[in-house]
């Protein structure tokens, strides 16, 4: 079981002059905070989808950055290697909405050739994105009893973010791409948010890793939460979430992103083995990202709440290494 404590009814994230709501730290099963940010300069909004099926793999980003807002629109073809994308940077994060309840509310964005439009129901998701050479239409269930991993991490009162994190949620739908349709849906496609809403700090890295199969996911997380008393790792299974407390060991080639990763601790044990790199560079001077974000297959391990070890041989996701000045 995890030290971290569990949160079961709805919270403010922030106190009344901006700082960190001491009540808010922890973690949930479902969404309850509500992101009263205040301020300006240093708050961080996003929502990220992500969608696996055996020929594509899709990436949306709708964010705010305060000074920008910064979006995207990518579909990997798995057969052929063909990557296609719309990037776009909006200065002063104009006509983006997103609002401040994960699962809640429409959140939309347009600029430099994209649009985004998600509809967010109590019982699912409508996902719908346009980029150059690309049409998506998305519909994404929640089906009864499924959970997702809410945390609160607190590098500070000032300095400290909001995530959920849901993997495996089943999503059915279609994806036009350079005028071929291609239908979204059946038990080895699934989708992935990861629902984002902070104040960060100037300089952070972070690695990421998700995957699922039917009846399976895992959320796996590590550099950013370091040191703060809280993860952002999990296991889910058949929708149920078991907390993963302990911090894990990222082991990985940077100068070689497609060879094997290890991620490792008390309840994990994971090899991931890329067979495909995505990579995003942006270097502005004071404001600067580059993402290594490699698609592949998870084999190993991981415990559930009463120790039973759950096979993740099978499981496709992504793992990423993220480095950031904003």
């Known amino acids: 079981m995890t030290h971290e404590p569990e949160l079961t009814s709805p919270v403010d994230l922030c106190l009344p002059d901006g700082r960190l709501n001491p009540a808010a730290v922890g973690w949930t099963r479902r969404p309850l905070h509500t992101a009263n940010l205040r301020g300006w300069g240093r708050a961080k909004r996003w929502e990220y989808w992500g969608v696996v099926t055996p020929s594509h793999i899709i990436g949306l980003v709708a964010s705010s950055l305060d000074y920008a807002g910064v979006h995207s629109v990518y579909v990997l073809d798995r057969a052929t290697g063909e990557e296609t994308a719309t990037d776009a940077v909006v200065p002063l994060a104009r006509a983006v909405v997103l609002p401040p309840r994960g699962g809640a509310g429409d959140v939309s964005v347009r600029g430099g050739g994209l649009e985004i439009r998600i509809g967010q129901r109590p019982d699912g998701t409508t996902i719908h994105a346009t980029g150059r050479g690309v049409r998506l239409n998305l519909e994404v269930p929640l089906p009864e009893g499924h959970e997702s991993l809410g945390v609160v991490v607190p590098w500070s009162s000032r300095r400290f973010q909001y995530t959920v994190k849901d993997v495996g949620r089943p999503v059915h739908g279609t994806l036009e791409l350079h005028g071929r349709s291609h239908e979204i849906g059946g038990p080895d496609a699934f989708a992935v948010l990861d629902h984002g809403r902070g104040k960060w700090p100037y300089a ?72 495909h790199e995505k990579v995003a560079r942006t270097n502005l001077g004071v404001v600067a990202n580059e993402t290594h974000q490699c698609f592949g297959h998870f084999t190993g391990w991981a415990a559930t709440d009463d120790g039973t070890r759950t096979s993740l041989d099978g499981l496709v996701g992504w793992a990423e290494e993220a480095r950031n000045r904003w």
């Open 204 to 275: 952070m890295t972070w690695n990421w890793a998700a995957a699922a199969a039917p009846g399976r996911a895992i959320q796996l997380g590590g550099k950013w939460t370091d040191g703060t008393g809280s993860t952002e790792n999990a296991l889910f299974v058949d929708g149920r979430l078991h907390k993963i407390g302990a911090e894990l060991r990222w082991s990985y080639d940077r100068s070689d992103w497609l060879r094997p990763w290890r991620i490792s601790g008390d309840r994990v044990e994971v090899e991931f083995h890329p067979f």
